[in-house]
């Protein structure tokens, strides 16, 4: 019986654990909205570009190496890249180079740029906290429009009842004479009044579900229910500790566009250091190593003295007496044979080692005309940086603006709903007071319709009022840099 009882216990903590997390509390909708959201997500990938524009800028300021080779027949008349003597014969050549390269000094325009490339790197990672604050702002809203119409399909029902409640007590008054029949029929249309005002705002419910989803980036056929916190319980500053001068220089430091907006001036003061160090020389450091190979495919084996003999058709040049010398010329037997791999092979290795050869440098590079290029550029950075300071002092402008706007209509939002609460008791009073005479006979059936329906216009603009009240105000709370809790 008592491991009955202990799986029955854990089974039920299990299933209760369950329903809980199959509700969609606002932090889980906004992890959720985060991790999905298209723009967060966009401008994550900017981010990651960004750092590898560091990593790029930060790499420009080690030396550069170069490996390469080419291999080749070489037909026809050419130079033997060896010996540098022309010869006409099939050959086969090799070179190998390395070279590598250093910027010694250049006015640190490779200093300026890694500091301008990690300023806007900072910059783009402020730009995924803002497009992650503005999904999760975006989700609060459409979030507390799902809980303002859940609670307004909350006080239609109470409405039906209290409808039906009357409806029924004045069919007993009806049937036993006490009350005319229209009194009944006036009820009973009131009743489908109400029913109607409850279909309406299961509609309006649905329809905020459905935005939250899309929000949400979230199968709209998927099984979606949202927990419901008791409004009594949600956390609010005080208007004492959210004056619009307070958050506006707390927002200054802890909104993303505006820090994202302080490191994009940053970047715009580096890059006129970079463009300005374009118009100055740039002293560098390299080194070259290099070898060749080149080999015909024939091989001379040797050659054979066989003496002179005349050329055919010479003229004779000396004549001595009766002698006549003709000129005459070498007779040389050459023998060659084709040359295999083994031999071409060993030839390499030994014209690699003996070809090789070593350079060091240093170059130094002055720029004296390049179509003002450079001196345009040197401007454009200047007027950049100039366009960057006038949109962050418009961003902060706007900022301020919107602090003091949103303060504002919170405290419109508030007196709203003060006012809201004496509405609800008025109509409250009156309704119980005009219940009670209509037991007695002393009010008809319309006027006691009438009341009620004050009840509720007055009990449903409260719910608006109330959640309008609590986003106005953590509205103001994310500015200050709080985030988005209920």
Known sequence: ??????????????????????????????????????????ADVQARLAALQVQQAKLFQIPTLSLGTGVGVQLGRSIDRTTNIYTNTQALYQN???????????????????AAAQFSAQAALADVEKASN????????????????????KISKVQIQQTQTQLDITRK??????????????????????????????????QSVLQLKAVLNLDAAAPFEVDTPNVLTIPLESFADLQPEVVYALALNNQPLQKGNTYRLKAAQKNIQVAKAALY?????????????????????????????????????????????????????????????????????????????????????IPVFNNGQNKIAYQQSKLNFK????????????????????????ELAFEKFNAG???????????????KRYAIGMLG??????????????????????????????LLEFYKGMGLKL
């Open 281 to 365: 020389p740039t002293l560098g450091f390299g080194i070259s190593l290099g070898t060749n190979f080149y080999n015909s495919f024939n091989q001379l084996d040797g050659y054979t003295f066989n003496g002179y003999a005349p050329i055919t058709g010479a003229e004779p040049i000396v004549k001595v007496g009766t002698n006549t010398y003709y000129v005459q010329s070498p007779n040389i037997s050459i023998t060659q044979s084709k040359r295999n791999f083994g031999q071409l092979w060993q030839g390499w290795s030994n014209q690699i080692t003996n070809n090789f050869g070593q350079g060091l440098g240093i170059n130094l590079s």
């Open 96 to 114: 190998i180079q390395a070279n590598s390269n250093v910027t010694l000094y250049n006015w640190n325009r490779l200093k300026s740029n890694v």
């Open 173 to 206: 008054q009806v049937k036993a004479g006490a009350l005319p029949e229209l009194n009944q029929i006036e009820l009973e249309a009131q009743l489908a009044n109400d029913s109607s005002n409850y279909i309406a705002a299961k509609t309006t419910f649905l």
């Open 445 to 474: 059936t319309i006027d006691l319709i009438t009341n009620q329906n004050n009840l509720l216009k007055a009990k449903l603009q409260q719910v608006a009022n109330e959640y309008d009240y609590i986003f106005k105000m953590k």
């Open 421 to 435: 609460k004496k509405s609800v008791m008025s109509s409250q009073k009156a309704y119980d007071f005009a219940l």
């Open 1 to 42: 019986m008592k491991y009955f009882l202990v799986v029955g216990f854990s089974l039920l903590f299990l299933y209760s654990h369950a329903q809980t997390e199959d509700k969609w509390t606002l932090q889980r909708c906004v992890e959720y909205a985060i991790k999905n959201n298209i723009s967060v997500k966009q």
């Open 387 to 410: 366009n960057t300071q006038l949109q962050n002092e418009l961003a902060d402008f706007t900022l301020k603006n919107n602090i003091y706007t949103a303060y504002s209509n919170a």
């Open 134 to 153: 503005d999904a999760a702002l975006n989700v609060a809203t459409y979030y507390l429009q799902v809980l303002s119409a859940n609670e307004q399909i």
